[in-house]
């Protein structure tokens, strides 16, 4: 396992502290759960500047993904400096103790490393994968990205704080769904917590600039959980519902709606759970 170069330790300054997230689904109740106690800008419909607790936040969507989420991460660095970098959003669990709803504090994040082209010519990453896929893993290689020492310790007071219900350890990173097989197999191969498309990607942007980073996931589907209800059929390439395909497949599966109502509850509870965090940690970081 080939283990990057760790990012210097996290110190209070005046540049604004980067927060990304894949989705609108993930962003808005992030975003909504702040108390700004200053101006608040939209760049545009991928980044919000939110000013909470004498610190500037920029809310960035990266889409789906390890490539779009380290090329958003690597544009935003480069256009301004950032006090640190933060990884929010929801997760898969891959630890059967890891129930929906629990935060995950990354002490790193491990990047898989394929070098597989999508599954099925997909461009997305949103096809789970078949067991023969799945095979064709096993020579895959893991990355690994330490969190930030400074950045972990002080969100775990705030969530201790809060009395969240938490776990710290490994969040992987892939580069499409998990179904239920993979998500065991790969738990026993990375030791991993929880798994997502985005957080060591970011990791690996941050730590080329030498920028503090930490992840933190709330567990959308635990482990037994699988994911595969043709979510492909109606996301686009950056994750978000396409409205006449997702329409064309609630008609043509309307069992799915249910569960996909749900699904919807349970995103927008993580993410809030998240904003709240949030909130605690710009005010304890300012």
Do not use: N
């Given at each position: 396992?080939?283990?990057?170069?760790?990012?210097?330790?996290?110190?209070?300054?005046?540049?604004?502290?980067?927060?990304?997230?894949?989705?609108?689904?993930?962003?808005k109740?992030?975003?909504?759960?702040?108390?700004?106690?200053?101006?608040?800008?939209?760049r545009?419909?991928?980044?919000?500047r939110?000013?909470?607790?004498?610190?500037?936040?920029?809310?960035?969507?990266?889409?789906?993904?390890?490539?779009?989420?380290?090329?958003?991460?690597?544009?935003?660095?480069?256009?301004?400096?950032?006090?640190?970098?933060?990884?929010?959003?929801?997760?898969?669990?891959?630890s059967?103790?890891a129930?929906?709803?629990?935060?995950?504090?990354?002490?790193?994040?491990?990047?898989?490393?394929?070098?597989?082209?999508?599954?099925?010519?997909?461009?997305?990453?949103l096809?789970?994968?078949?067991?023969?896929?799945?095979?064709?893993?096993q020579?895959?290689?893991?990355?690994?990205?330490?969190?930030?020492?400074?950045?972990?310790?002080?969100?775990?007071?705030?969530?201790?704080?809060?009395?969240?219900?938490?776990?710290?350890?490994?969040?992987?990173?892939?580069?499409?769904?998990?179904?239920t097989?993979?998500?065991?197999?790969?738990?026993?191969?990375?030791?991993?917590?929880?798994?997502?498309?985005?957080?060591?990607?970011?990791?690996?942007?941050?730590?080329?600039?030498?920028?503090?980073?930490?992840?933190?996931r709330?567990?959308?589907?635990?482990v037994?959980?699988?994911?595969?209800?043709?979510?492909?059929?109606?996301?686009?390439?950056?994750?978000?519902p396409?409205?006449?395909?997702?329409?064309?497949?609630?008609?043509?599966?309307?069992?799915?709606?249910?569960?996909?109502?749900?699904?919807?509850?349970?995103?927008?509870a993580?993410?809030?759970?998240?904003?709240?965090?949030?909130?605690?940690?710009s005010?304890?970081?300012?």
């Open positions: 396992m080939k283990t990057a170069r760790p990012p210097r330790t996290s110190r209070v300054r005046s540049a604004p502290l980067a927060i990304f997230v894949a989705t609108r689904a993930e962003m109740p992030i975003a909504t759960a702040l108390q700004p106690t200053g101006p608040s800008a939209s545009s419909d991928l980044i919000v939110i000013g909470v607790g004498g610190r500037d936040l920029l809310l960035v969507k990266t889409g789906v993904g390890p490539d779009r989420a380290e090329a958003a991460a690597r544009h935003l660095f480069e256009a301004e400096p950032v006090v640190a970098a933060l990884s929010l959003g929801v997760a898969g669990g891959l059967p103790q129930q929906t709803g629990d935060l995950i504090v990354g002490d790193r994040v491990i990047l898989q490393c394929s070098g597989q082209a999508p599954v099925d010519g997909t461009q997305d990453g096809r789970p994968r078949s067991g023969q896929d799945l095979q064709g893993q020579g895959s290689r893991l990355e690994d990205f330490p969190c930030d020492v400074g950045l972990r310790q002080a969100a775990m007071t705030v969530i201790r704080r809060l009395d969240s219900r938490h776990r710290l350890g490994p969040i992987l990173t892939v580069d499409h769904i998990l179904t097989e993979e998500k065991r197999v790969l738990a026993a191969e990375s030791g991993a917590l929880a798994v997502d498309m985005e957080s060591a990607a970011i990791a690996s942007a941050a730590s080329a600039c030498s920028i503090p980073f930490l992840a933190i709330g567990i959308l589907d635990p037994h959980e699988d994911l595969a209800v043709g979510l492909d059929q109606f996301l686009d390439a950056e994750g978000e396409h409205l006449p395909r997702l329409m064309r497949y609630l008609i043509a599966h309307p069992f799915a709606i249910p569960y996909l109502i749900g699904l919807g509850f349970r995103t927008r993580v993410c809030t759970r998240l904003g709240r965090l949030l909130q605690e940690l005010t304890t970081l300012s």
